[in-house]
């Protein structure tokens, strides 16, 4: 069988369309503003560089390596006990799991596409009432756009690597960093600039605690889509001879600037027509349509153009977080790509129905244990539980577990001086971060 290789462009652009998702637009913005602005945009850079970053040549390693699905992966490259190993890749599940929601999500950006083109709300309170009014009363035009998205994703997985995942980040990626961009231009001649530079850049002590450390790590995994199999089933198809560590660093180099970039664009437009930072989980939702409705008609162009630049960044993502599944069962069980790709999309699409319910009046009631409804109990379990897991066992797993001597002959020549760094990073500090982390999002500590 002919297996298909990304391109070199290719691998980095895919990569980094995992890795810029709703995370970086949605997400980062508001976590910044919760946690102190310019001092957590600290913390969260410094853990990017030394956790994110090392995670992230690990995990390309295992997939460079092992050349398969994630399961097959960590079977070939233990050193012993294969049979237990082989466990590690099961991380992958957690991509299918996000997939619930991250699909619901991007329903709502579909549904905030279309109605922007037309309607934009005159203050915060009227769009919050939209924004919950469509979350706890209108299933309908949910499933509608949630089953979109389901098409959509399964269409372009069942293409495969080269036909389908690299060609959709070949032009939705561009696309997306040209809207940014644009917009942010425009953000910088408007006087709110300087505002939302202090914000991002000026540290605030005060706010900074241990949950803003935890946060910062979590979400730092989450950005760089690690800890799932995404980056390592997409290293698979890497070509031989492939630099890992300079596609990585352009990862999370094009991750940050979209996170930073997006952030000051947003506080720029929050404080020059809305109600300022720090909203919530509803920033992208509620404040940012009824800052767009004070600029007018502008306000609508920039609120499709918006609305589409988050949904093109989600898009990218769930390929990623679908496809190692899709691979595992293509690998392991003889499967067919179409039957793969349609499995898995039923399986987020048929959850992802439960999801929506869960947030609507008069259903949620039944699916609500512990005072969180099934939609937040699957983000916790992923971001709290699975995804430091995944980190903690890929550190221990290229850290102590694969042949050291390939560790070595693939990453020491990349890296140079930096190699031992970064294996005492990964031996060391990323275990114990990982276990901190999990701890501490789980309220035991
Ligand atoms: N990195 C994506 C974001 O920031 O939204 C989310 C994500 C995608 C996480 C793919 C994990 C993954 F495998």
Redesign the pocket.
């Known amino acids: 069988m002919k297996i298909a290789r990304f391109s070199r462009l290719g691998f980095i652009l895919a990569a980094a369309g ?7 637009i949605w ?1 980062f913005p508001y976590i910044a503003g919760e946690y102190g602005g310019g001092a957590f945009v600290l913390i969260y850079l410094v853990t990017v560089l030394f956790i994110g970053f090392s995670i992230l040549i690990a995990e390309m390693l295992i997939g460079y390596l092992g050349r398969r699905d994630t399961v097959s992966s960590f079977e070939v490259l233990a050193s012993k006990n294969k049979k237990l190993w082989r466990f590690g890749g099961f991380q992958a599940l ?2 299918l799991f ?1 997939m619930i929601f ?1 699909s619901v999500v991007i329903g709502w950006i579909f549904n905030y596409i279309v109605t922007s083109l037309t309607y934009l709300p005159s203050s915060v309170e009227e769009a919050e009432t939209i924004f919950t009014t469509m979350l706890h009363a209108d299933f309908w035009t949910q499933f509608f756009y949630h089953t979109l998205s389901f098409l959509f994703i399964t269409y372009v997985v069942h293409k495969g690597i080269k036909g389908g995942i690299e060609k959709l980040n070949f032009y939705l990626m561009p696309a997306l960093m040209l809207i940014l961009a644009g917009m942010f231009l425009y953000a910088t001649t408007l006087g709110a600039f300087s505002k939302a530079i202090t914000f991002m850049f000026e540290p605030d002590y005060s706010k900074v605690n241990s949950e803003a450390f935890v946060v910062a790590v979590g979400h730092a995994f ?10 390592m089933t997409y290293s698979a198809s890497l070509e031989k001879g492939a630099n890992l560590v300079k596609s990585a660093f352009w990862v999370a180099f094009l ?1 940050t600037l979209i996170a930073i970039v997006a952030g000051l664009m947003l506080f720029t437009f929050l404080y020059q027509y809305g109600s300022g930072p720090a909203q919530g989980p509803g920033l992208v939702f509620i404040s940012l349509p009824a800052a767009f409705y004070e600029m007018g008609i502008l306000g609508n162009i920039f609120a499709v153009f918006f609305f589409i630049a988050l949904a093109f ?2 898009l990218t ?2 390929v ?2 679908v496809e190692p599944m899709v691979q595992y069962f293509i690998d392991r069980f003889g499967w067919s790509r179409m039957r793969s790709s349609l499995s898995m999309g039923v399986f987020f699409w048929f959850f992802g129905i439960f999801a929506i319910l869960s947030n609507i009046d008069g259903a949620k009631e039944m699916l609500t244990w512990g005072g969180k409804s099934f939609f937040d109990w699957v983000d916790y379990v992923t971001a709290a539980i699975m995804l430091p897991i995944g980190g903690l066992i890929m550190a221990v797993f290229v850290g102590y577990i694969i042949p050291q001597s390939e560790v070595e002959r693939v990453v020491k020549p990349q890296l140079g001086w930096a190699y031992k760094p970064w294996l005492f990073s990964l031996r060391y500090i990323t275990p114990v971060a990982m276990f901190v982390v999990m701890l501490s999002l789980m309220g035991v500590i």
């Open positions: 995992s890795a810029v998702g709703l995370g970086n997400k957690a991509g996000i991250y989450f950005t760089l889509s690690l800890g799932m199999g995404a980056i991750d960044a989600g993502s769930s990623s977080l």
